[in-house]
C-alpha cells in the first residue's frame, strides 16, 4: 500500500526534467516517450544522434541515414523508411496513450495522421539534419496551441523485423523559465503544505503520548510517531526537489534524499500497519511463527517494490525496461496490499470465536468491532487511492494535474488521523484496555503466542457425579 503514493508520482516524477534517454536496437514500431503540459509560449528542444535503422539479421543491417549522407546511396528516399518523432496534442493522457494504442493494433502511421495541433518531427527528411549524425530542432508553443503533449517515437517503414537506435535530448520549459509541466507548477506548495499538515500531525500526537499514562503507551505508539516524522521529511523533500527541478530542469542531489525517506516511509508504512493489524504490543506482547513468517515475506516484497520503484525513477519513460520494471511495481504492489489485510481478517476470526469464551463479552464485542473499523479504513484508503485517483487523474484537465497528488496526500493525512484517533492511548480504549487485564485474556482469544490453537483444543470439565 505504501507504492500506492509512489504509483501515482510516476509520471509527475519525470515531468520537467531534461530527459536524455539512449534507445538500443529498440524493436517497437511505436512507444510513447513523455509528456509534458505547455502554456503559451513554452519551448521544446530536441536533439537526435546516433541515429540507425537496422534489419533483424545482422548481416543485413544498414545504417541508412549514413549510407545516404556518405554518398552510399543516391537519396534517402532509396532507403524506403519513414522514422520520426510527434509531438500529439491531447486532452490529457488517457487519450494520448489511447490514440498511440489504437495506432499500434491497427498499424497506423501516426506521422501520416498528424493533426494541425501536433509537431512533427521527421528524422527520415534530410532537410531535419542539421548534420549528417546531429538532429536539432526547436518549436515554440504559440498562443492557442497550449495544452498536454505527448512525446511520441513511430517507425512506419520498415515495418516487421527491424530495430532502430538512437540518442535523444529533450528539453521542455514554459516562458520563466520553468522547467515544470503547467499542471505541476503547484506541486511544491502542495508538498509544502502537506508536510506542514503531518508535522502539525505529529506534534499533536507527540502531546497526546506525553500526556496519556505511561502504561497505556506501547511500542506501537511510538513507531507511528516514527512513520508521521518520514512522512513529513518525505513530503518536506520532494517539495524542494521539484522546486530545484521548476528552475534548473535537474533535482540535483534532492533525489538521493527523496528516495532515502521514502524506501523508509513506504517500509515503516507497512510494518505499522501489520503490527496493529495482528495486534502486537496491543492484544500481545509477542508475535507467533505465522505471523512472523508474514512480516517477512512483506518486508521482502517492500525491498523489492522499492528497487522496482527506483529503476522506474530513474529510467526513461519510453524504454522497454521501464515497461517491464512498471509492471513488476503494479504486481508487487497489489500481493502487498492483500498481503496486509490478512492479519487483519485473522484477527476478527479470532476475536469473533473468543468473544464468547468468558465473561466478558461486551468487552471483547468492542475490539471485534474496532478492528472491523480498522480493517474498512485499510479497504477504502487502498480503493481511493488505487482506483478513484487514477480514474480523477485520467479525466482532469493538464492544468489540474496537480490534484492527483492532494487528493492522494489528503487520503492518506485522514487515514493517518483516523488511525491514531482510533488507537491512541486511552484508559477506555477497548482496543488497549486489553494489556491491563489479566494475564489470561490472550490466551482466551485465542491470540497468544500459539496461535488459534488453543480456541481448537476442546476443554476438559470436571463434573462431580
Excluded at 20 to 28: G, H, I, K, L, T
Excluded at 280 to 289: H, M, V
Excluded at 313 to 334: C, F, K, M, N
Excluded at 416 to 428: S, W
Amino acid at each position: 500500500m505504501a507504492r500506492l503514493g509512489l504509483l501515482a508520482l510516476l509520471p509527475a516524477l519525470a515531468a520537467g526534467l531534461i530527459h536524455e534517454p539512449e534507445f538500443d536496437r529498440d524493436a517497437r514500431g511505436i512507444f510513447a516517450i513523455e509528456t509534458f503540459g505547455f502554456l503559451a509560449g513554452g519551448v521544446m528542444e530536441f536533439e537526435v544522434s546516433k541515429f540507425e535503422v537496422e534489419a533483424a539479421k545482422p548481416e543485413t543491417s544498414y545504417d541508412c541515414m549514413r549510407a545516404a549522407n556518405t554518398a552510399r546511396l543516391p537519396d534517402r528516399r532509396s532507403c524506403a523508411y519513414k522514422v520520426g518523432l510527434l509531438m500529439m496534442r491531447t486532452s490529457s493522457k488517457s487519450a494520448s496513450e489511447q490514440r498511440v494504442q489504437e495506432a499500434a493494433e491497427e498499424g497506423t502511421c501516426l506521422l501520416d495522421a498528424a493533426a494541425d495541433d501536433d509537431v512533427l518531427i521527421d528524422l527520415s527528411d534530410e532537410e531535419t539534419w542539421s548534420t549528417p549524425d546531429v538532429m536539432n530542432f526547436e518549436h515554440t508553443v504559440p498562443k492557442g496551441k497550449e495544452g498536454f503533449y505527448s512525446l511520441v517515437f513511430n517507425r512506419c517503414a520498415p515495418d516487421g523485423q527491424h530495430a532502430v537506435s538512437f540518442t535523444l535530448k529533450a528539453v521542455f520549459r514554459n516562458p520563466g523559465p520553468d522547467y515544470l509541466s503547467a499542471g505541476d507548477g503547484p506541486l511544491p506548495t502542495v508538498y509544502y503544505c502537506f508536510a506542514a499538515a503531518f508535522a502539525a500531525a505529529l506534534g499533536v500526537w507527540m502531546m497526546v503520548l506525553r500526556r496519556s499514562a505511561p502504561r497505556t503507551v506501547v511500542h506501537i505508539h511510538k513507531l507511528m510517531a516514527v512513520l508521521v516524522m518520514f512522512k513529513v521529511m518525505t513530503l518536506l523533500f520532494d517539495g524542494v526537489r521539484y522546486q530545484v527541478i521548476g528552475h534548473t530542469g535537474h533535482a540535483d542531489g534532492w533525489t538521493v534524499v527523496f528516495y532515502i525517506f521514502t524506501v523508509l516511509r513506504s517500509i515503516s508504512l507497512f510494518v505499522v500497519i501489520l503490527l496493529i493489524g495482528m495486534g502486537w504490543s496491543l492484544l500481545k506482547p509477542s508475535l507467533n511463527e505465522r505471523e512472523k513468517k508474514i512480516i517477512f515475506f512483506v518486508l521482502t516484497l517492500q525491498v523489492l517494490d522499492n528497487i522496482a520503484f527506483l529503476v522506474v525513477d530513474e529510467t526513461a519513460p519510453g524504454s522497454q525496461s521501464y515497461l517491464q520494471w512498471r509492471d513488476v511495481l503494479h504486481l508487487v504492489d497489489i500481493i502487498c496490499c492483500c498481503a496486509i489485510l490478512f492479519p487483519i481478517v485473522w484477527s476478527i476470526r479470532h476475536l469473533r470465536q473468543g468473544a464468547g469464551t468468558d465473561g466478558k463479552m461486551a468487552a471483547n464485542l468492542n475490539r471485534l468491532e474496532t478492528f472491523r473499523y480498522f480493517y474498512i479504513m485499510v479497504i477504502s484508503y487502498i480503493y481511493f487511492t488505487r482506483i478513484v485517483v487514477y480514474l480523477t487523474a485520467a479525466v482532469i484537465p493538464f492544468q489540474l494535474s496537480w490534484l492527483k497528488v492532494f487528493l492522494e496526500e489528503a487520503a492518506t493525512l485522514l487515514f493517518y488521523v483516523l488511525t491514531g484517533v482510533k488507537f491512541r492511548p486511552a484508559e477506555d480504549n477497548p482496543y488497549v484496555k486489553l494489556s491491563q487485564e489479566d494475564d489470561d485474556d490472550t490466551e482466551e482469544f485465542g491470540l497468544d503466542d500459539e496461535g488459534v490453537e488453543l480456541l481448537e483444543q476442546p476443554k476438559t470439565v470436571l463434573t462431580k457425579v
